[in-house]
């Protein structure tokens, strides 16, 4: 028989075959180290085959599941400086929250508007509640009921950040919405 015939006939039986593995070793052995482990847990638990590898494949509905509830744990939208429109960044976020709104409509949520500390705080407590309405205004849009929003705006009474630095002021100027 030639070399390239066997070697083909190889490389056909090879993928056929099984390879099977057992521990020589129970828990109560010797680990490593050398010393006696009286421990019951074992690397590969049912005893001594390792299960798990490869994971269930996720249909598309359920990935954009999946995304839309890692996208509801952002619950801040930023706004720019003295501006109250929803900006289209936030578009993904928002989605998310109104999908959920929409398929859970016993579910209330909050919806707080924030500014940071510049300007009067009359001034402030009016641009927070633009804010949060603005954002109630986008979640209505995508069929979300205002029964199941309330606004509130804090203005400039709840910074994240103190810093009085452009980031600082960047950060506190928010809506947030609360379930």
């Known amino acids: 028989m030639d070399l390239n015939k066997l070697f083909k006939a190889m490389m056909v039986a090879v993928p056929l075959m099984a390879l099977g593995a057992?521990?020589?070793?129970?828990d109560s052995e010797t680990d490593a180290s050398g010393s006696t482990s009286g421990s019951s847990s074992s690397q590969y638990g049912n005893g001594g085959i390792e299960t798990g590898g490869a994971g269930a494949v996720l249909s598309?509905?359920?990935?954009?599941?999946?995304?839309?509830?890692?996208?509801?744990?952002q619950n801040i939208i930023y706004f720019d400086f003295d501006r109250s429109e929803v900006q289209t960044e936030n578009a993904e976020i928002l989605l998310a929250h109104g999908n959920y709104l929409v398929e859970n409509p016993n579910?209330?949520?909050?919806?707080e508007g924030h500014a940071d500390e510049r300007g009067t705080p009359e001034y402030n407590i009016a641009l927070g509640e633009r804010r949060a309405k603005a954002i109630a205004k986008y979640l209505q849009g995508m069929g979300v009921q205002p029964s199941q929003m309330s606004v509130v705006s804090y203005g400039e009474e709840k910074p994240l950040d103190f810093s009085r630095s452009?980031?600082?002021?960047?950060?506190?100027?928010?809506?947030?919405?609360?379930?």
């Open 22 to 26: 057992c521990s020589s070793t129970s």
């Open 60 to 73: 598309p509905a359920e990935q954009q599941r999946l995304k839309e509830q890692e996208l509801r744990r």
């Open 107 to 111: 579910v209330r949520v909050l919806i």
């Open 166 to 179: 452009d980031s600082g002021f960047a950060k506190n100027r928010r809506g947030v919405l609360v379930y």
